[in-house]
């Protein structure tokens, strides 16, 4: 081989060798898959070819020991970083599940933080997540406030229920007055008057209180838990919240009181001559208030 194709020849390698530095470079930080372990066979056959037909030429020579000792050079910090990647312990890989951590505790904490915000809502047939229907009960007012149609039927039903309890307290008014019209002309026609007052005026004034009561009565009873029960849910509701690790800050006694008291009506229609109650259970890793219906 000339002194001129030796020449020719090592400028090859020394671009190839270059190359070859940058697609490690690539594979290091995840561009390249692989590690380019096809150039690097070129280049060694290459290297070897240019070792056996040395020149005399002293510039060639020194070009060339100085490509095998850059080569060499390159070749053990290859070799050591390959060696992190396998074992793990990689700066980049390191830096990228620690960014993989953060993104995912993150995701964690924005997902607690929209369960445990929001009004409660709870379903009667099975175990609920309470905060999901908080947040579906705030969308649906939300919708039912902006739409004209659903405001109107509800102020109709809510005047006809109005007009039908009127009617009960009117019936159940007369009813009694009816067989006090012949005692109270009896009474008024046998006897002087008195200071005192008669005993049909009595008797005919006092069911009117009584039925003039009874209907609100009857309306305000619930079958639901009181005050201080509905206090005591929503301390072991807080307590289990924090037990799971969830956010309590957001949760406050009346949105949660609030929101049982609606199911009540739903549930004492669904069964009928039952009391019911209300416990905190833990469901699939989440916590909620499940209905219980009693004798």
């Known amino acids: 081989m000339t002194p001129k194709e030796f020449e020719i020849m090592l400028s090859d390698a020394e ?20 590690e380019p372990q096809i150039p690097r066979k070129q280049f060694d056959r290459m290297l070897h070819a ?9 510039a060639l020579r020194f070009r060339f020991q100085t490509l095998i000792q850059r080569y060499t050079t ?3 910090y290859w070799r050591r ?37 929001g009004p409660v809502q709870l379903d009667p047939n099975a175990d609920v997540n309470l905060d999901q229907l908080i947040a579906e009960a705030s969308d649906r007012i939300d919708e039912l406030k902006r739409s004209p149609d659903a405001s109107a039927t509800a102020a109709s039903a809510d005047q006809e229920d109005t007009a039908t309890t009127l009617q009960n307290i009117r019936a159940q008014r007369e009813r009694p007055a009816a067989p006090a019209k012949p005692q109270s002309r009896s009474a008024r026609f046998s006897k002087p008057k008195s200071g005192r007052p008669s005993p049909a005026k009595e008797a005919r004034k006092s069911p009117s209180p009584s039925s003039r009561r009874s209907p609100p009565e009857m309306a305000a009873r619930s079958k639901g838990p009181g005050d201080a029960r509905m206090r005591q849910i929503y301390e072991s509701y807080v307590e289990a919240k924090r037990g799971n690790n969830e956010r309590t800050d957001k949760i406050d006694y009346e949105r949660v009181a609030k929101s049982l008291k609606k199911m009540i009506p739903v549930l004492d229609r669904k069964h009928k001559g039952k009391r019911i109650d209300f416990k905190v259970v833990v469901k699939d890793g989440k916590v909620g208030i499940k209905p219980v219906v009693k004798k």
């Open 50 to 58: 240019l070792r056996k037909a040395q020149p005399r030429n002293t």
């Open 15 to 34: 671009v190839q060798l270059s190359r070859i530095k940058h697609l490690y470079e690539q594979w290091f930080q995840g561009i390249e898959r692989i």
């Open 81 to 117: 970083i390959g060696r992190q990647i396998e074992e793990g312990t990689y700066r980049r890989d390191l830096l990228r599940a620690r960014r993989r951590r953060e993104v995912g505790r993150e995701q964690r904490e924005q997902e607690r933080m929209r369960r445990s915000s």
């Open 74 to 76: 390159l070749q053990t």
